[in-house]
């Protein structure tokens, strides 16, 4: 391999046009429409996420360093700049073939293989080079023709994505332009079964990082991160929590900079969605450093993560897991969302808090282990609330119902356990339930997850000895109760066997209504056919043919046809 460092200084090129600013779903079908492009290469559904992921990172990350430039009025010395000046996507992606081959390489795809290769190994000054080198690291170019990478890079180039991520596309999805090119990504790769577990939708991550309400300081944990949504949502947070204290920028920085380095902690096990997820993060510069590619679920994990974070947000995989995983958890069950829940119970720190999406047979279902991890939620934890997804929330990767469970690790023996648990039944999510879940026309806001968030009963108070306790806005329970809301206490709890469900305790129960026996209906329709049976007789005496000549006549009007 050719080494890059010893090529001349490379012949840059100048943007000719003013690249065009899509709204969301132009530019989702846009997205879609380049990664199509790799068909022409015939690469696997994998093969093209990974390497249009790739390049659309070479693309952003490029946008958002020509905004940092133009602010300061200067560049960094190419020593200090996470990409080199030769690989900075402007400078070639308008015409790769010329370009790679003005600075000495065979064509564009010799160009980008070699630009992955030295990427995976780059040693540079900037705080973020590990985890570039981490991206890029066994990341091979498949691609075989020059003419695949112009139309990709032709075709991201008309895309203005600097536009796109200032403006954002609302509460708590600001700068998050690759968490939505995901996000449509996903749902076009043929909804895809294996990457489903992977992605949680940003209006379902932002209530549960609000109703959790994360503090400066404390550290936030999901042990199935999948792309990054729940970590990227509890940084943005946080750092505008940060941002709005009355403290010198010195010291705002430095806060933000804890944040990023010790408090933002993500493990996911699959390599190619690890590398998404440190995309994301990296994007949003949020503290990629502290993403592991690892499994939470090991026994090495459970002893790693011990009692040590203050929040745990969480939508773990769903199904059956092996054998030997099970010997570190005191209930023994081969389903990935029980393990998950044992993992989190263990990880939390005493007074620090989760929330978790579990399937709701988890919830209810008979299976002996299953009731014994609910009654240890309940008895050993304090359960605050479960809210209640609608079916379809998570179309087109899974029609599994599920409920997001909210719950808080005592500080001790004397600190109390579950005594009401909130329950909210969320009817709608402001979503169709089409493949591409668009937002319904009727509904300006996330559906019923607004109203639950306004409504969430419980704040968080925080104790000198380092945990928190939930307490309520207002001692009257009856305040937080409405018609999709309800409270159940410990006793009617314990008497469903730790039921968890919200529709096993509604007090709003459909009207009933009395139906009569069943012999009197059937007698009631043994006479209306007997009354059938008589009108079918009369009608049949009506139409019946006469037999006589004489009736016949009587009965039928002759008249002449012409020519007769």
């Not at 630009?115 to 170019?141: C, G, I």
């Not at 944990?221 to 947070?237: H, K, M, N, Q, S």
């Not at 450093?289 to 459970?302: G, H, M, Y």
């Not at 009401?420 to 509904?443: E, I, K």
């Amino acid at each position: 391999m050719r080494p890059c460092c010893s090529r001349r200084e490379p012949r840059l090129t100048r943007r000719t046009t003013m690249p065009r600013t899509p709204d969301f779903n132009q530019f989702g079908e846009e997205l879609w429409g380049i990664a199509n492009v790799f068909r022409d290469d015939a690469l696997h559904a994998t093969e093209r996420l990974e390497t249009f992921s790739l390049f659309l990172f070479l693309k952003l990350w490029d946008e958002q360093e020509t905004e940092h430039e133009e602010a300061a009025g200067k560049k960094q010395p190419d020593s200090k700049q996470l990409i080199p000046e030769i690989y900075r996507f402007h400078n070639w992606a308008s015409d790769p073939d010329a370009y790679a081959k003005a600075n000495g390489f065979e064509d564009s795809v010799d160009f980008c293989r070699q630009m992955f290769a030295h990427l995976a190994t780059r040693e540079s000054s900037h705080p973020t080079a590990r985890d570039v080198r981490r991206l890029f690291k066994d990341s091979r170019l498949l691609l075989r023709y020059s003419t695949t990478v112009r139309q990709i890079t032709s075709r991201l180039m008309e895309l203005n994505l600097r536009e796109i991520m200032s403006r954002g596309f609302g509460e708590g999805e600001r700068y998050d332009i690759f968490g939505r090119a995901y996000e449509y990504l996903l749902q076009q790769f043929g909804q895809n079964k294996e990457f489903a577990e992977y992605f949680t939708p940003r209006h379902i991550v932002d209530p549960m990082v609000q109703v959790l309400d994360p503090e400066i300081g404390e550290t936030i944990y999901d042990p199935a991160c999948g792309t990054g949504g729940f970590i990227v949502r509890a940084f943005e947070l946080v750092r505008d929590k940060i941002n709005r204290k009355r403290v010198s920028f010195t010291d705002k920085e430095r806060l933000i900079r804890a944040l990023k380095e010790k408090h933002l902690i993500g493990v996911e096990h699959v390599p190619l969605v690890f590398k998404l997820a440190l995309m994301n993060m990296i994007l949003h510069r949020d503290g990629s450093s502290l993403l592991q590619n690892d499994d939470s679920l090991s026994n090495k994990a459970q002893d790693l993560h011990k009692n040590k974070y203050e929040v745990i947000l969480a939508n773990p995989p769903f199904g059956t897991t092996k054998q030997e995983r099970l010997a570190q958890f005191e209930y023994h069950i081969k389903l990935y969302e029980a393990l998950f829940i044992q993992h989190m119970m263990s990880a939390l720190r005493p007074g620090g808090r989760a929330a978790v999406v579990l399937k709701e047979g988890l919830l209810f279902d008979s299976k002996k282990m299953l009731r014994r991890i609910c009654r240890k939620l309940v008895e050993q934890f304090e359960v605050l609330g479960v809210i209640s997804l609608p079916n379809g929330v998570f179309n087109p990767y899974s029609g599994a119902k599920t409920s997001v469970v909210v719950f808080r690790k005592p500080l001790g023996k004397e600190d109390v356990r579950t005594s009401n648990v909130w329950f909210y039944r969320v009817d709608s999510d402001g979503r169709d339930l089409g493949a591409t879940r668009r937002p319904m026309p009727d509904f300006e806001t996330d559906g019923d997850l607004d109203h639950m968030v306004s409504l969430w009963p419980y704040t968080w108070r925080h104790e000198k000895e380092g945990g928190v306790r939930a307490i309520l806005k207002s001692d009257r329970l009856k305040e937080f109760e409405s018609k999709r809301s309800w409270w159940a206490g410990t006793d009617d709890i314990r008497k469903t066997d730790y039921n968890l469900t919200a529709g096993r305790y509604c007090p709003h129960q459909a009207e009933t209504v009395e139906h009569e026996k069943p012999e009197i209906l059937i007698n009631r329709l043994l006479d209306l056919e007997e009354e059938i049976k008589t009108d079918l007789q009369d009608l049949l005496t009506l139409v019946t043919v006469p037999t006589s000549v004489e009736g016949l006549k009587g009965s039928v009007r002759f008249e002449k046809q012409p020519g007769e």
